[in-house]
């Protein structure tokens, strides 16, 4: 289910930006959103524990400010230049600190709850531990590795939403097919050698997306990595929650759920601001080197306003697309020297794109590569006390009759 997801996001949200317009990526979720909440009253049985509970209202108001200040801070940081935001007197560096300490009353509070929000025995489990970590660092890699991946497809080859969105279908067909027969074999011999593989294959898978990644790359080039890639993602979902809930009981089950599915979106979250804080610092140096060394071209007039223009460009956000590079080029030029300039800023912009963002990439690829050595934590199932003195049992019959 998960990889059909994967293969209609981005396909059928690629044609609505293409072919209707980009909000309605937007208004497309409300008649899934109705569907999925009437399915829910009609198919869910009404199962109730039968007493009633209480609300940890500070918990959630400590983690949702905590989490809003750490991710804010993170996203927003470049944008400010990592310093003042606008004449409120406070800066970025302090947001992310208010952040942190935040979370840090929130997981004190909960430690004093009857009924807390994050119960913390749950990560007396190991395994249930690891599998968390295990969530929120896949997710980080994942939403790493495809935002820059994406603005590059767009941006640096051309390619429309839709193309786009169908270059890595590929690696959502294979993981189709590789998780119903991940989960199975983890539900025999449990999940931490599949789930070691999953994360090393789709570490693998996008790195080689990193390494063929060029100003000439066809979709038949990503078309391997994202086999693997996929084959990787195939192994690493259904795996991870059954080490996640194998040993929770029943009745913290719900919260148990809660809490993987809540670090999964945090590192997420985590990861896009984190890559595009990074992207943008190295695109403010790999444009100005690459405006630099373009600049010669042009004549002298022109050379110091076409390289401020790309020098900027990384304090602008993200304002890229198909066919743009984010520069406000020099107006007001003849039609001749336009026309190179023209030319000459789309060639900075690809080389500099491509250089910043294979420098970035280099993080979450190795902190896949890290995530994948950190499943050797995970215990592995125990057999039955039943099925061991059985087993046993056998072996005694078997040497008697020997």
Known sequence: MAGLATIAGPTVGGAIVTYISWQWIFFVNVPIGIAALIA???????IRPGRRHGWDIMGVVLATAGLF?????????QRFNWGEIGSYGITIPEVIIGGVLLLAVFIVWERFQAEPLMPLSLFRN????VANWIAAAISFGMLSLFLPIVIYLQSVRGFSALTAGLTFAPMSLMSMVVAPFAGRFADKVGGKYIL?????????????????????????????PAIIAGAGMGMTFAPMTTVAMRN?????????????????????????????????????????????????????????????????????GFQIGTGQNGAKLPAGLPPS????????????FVSGYIDAMKATLVVPIAFLAFTALTTLLIRRRQRPAASQGKQV???KVAAAAG
């Open 69 to 77: 200040a750490v991710v804010f801070g993170l996203i927003e940081g």
């Open 40 to 46: 829910t009253f009609a198919i869910i049985p009404d």
């Open 337 to 348: 020297v336009q026309h190179q300039i023209t030319a000459l800023a789309h060639d900075v």
């Open 196 to 224: 070691l593989a999953g994360i090393s294959l789709f570490t693998i898978g996008f790195g080689l997306v990193t390494y063929v990644a060029g100003p000439d790359s066809t979709w038949l080039t990503f078309l391997a």
């Open 248 to 316: 929770i009981s029943p009745q913290m089950s719900g919260a148990a759920s809660g809490i993987l599915n809540t670090t999964r979106q945090l590192g997420a979250a985590v990861g896009s601001a984190v890559v595009g804080a990074l992207l943008q610092n190295q695109l403010a140096t790999t444009l100005h080197n690459q405006a630099v060394s373009h600049a010669g071209a042009l004549p002298p007039s022109a050379r110091d306003q076409f390289i401020a223009a790309f020098s900027s460009v990384a304090s602008n």
């Open 393 to 395: 049992q056998e072996e």
């Open 126 to 129: 190991r395994n249930f531990a």
